[in-house]
Nanobody, 119 residues
Framework: VQLQASGGGSVQAGDSLTLSCTSSGRQFNFMSWFRQAPGKAREFVGLINWQQTRTLYADSVKGRFTLVRDNAKNMVSLQMNNLKPDDTAVYYC???????????????WGKGTLVTVSS
């Protein structure tokens, strides 16, 4: 399985940005996003299941971030609105068979994409 994240960039606070993660090979039930800010541990952002009937978001992004999954394109998008400087981080997509917010439960990872939000 190969995961490829894209869409990062530098924006101003209040702006929107959409990240995409495309996957090849075996498809997993859960696709998730994590992020890691400089000097901090990797943290859970959100996840979505195959059927798109289950989503889960970190409290810090709830109401601002939305996950959309397109199984025909093997792609998951993370729509990020009203971005804040605290959202600055490298964002990673991950795939797994279990519903988990623990990064250690995932063994399929894409390379990260950097999001920088300026105040």
């Amino acid at each position: 399985v190969q995961l490829q994240a894209s869409g990062g960039g530098s924006v101003q606070a209040g702006d929107s940005l959409t990240l995409s993660c495309t996957s090849s090979g075996r498809q997993f039930n859960f696709m998730s996003w994590f992020r890691q800010a400089p000097g901090k541990a990797r943290e859970f952002v959100g996840l979505i299941n195959w059927q798109q009937t289950r989503t889960l978001y970190a409290d810090s992004v709830k109401g601002r971030f939305t996950l959309v999954r397109d199984n025909a394109k093997n792609m998951v998008s993370l729509q990020m609105n009203n971005l804040k400087p605290d959202d600055t981080a490298v964002y990673y997509c991950a795939a797994g068979g279990l519903l988990s917010t623990d990064s250690h439960e995932y063994n399929q990872w894409g390379k990260g994409t950097l999001v920088t939000v300026s105040s």
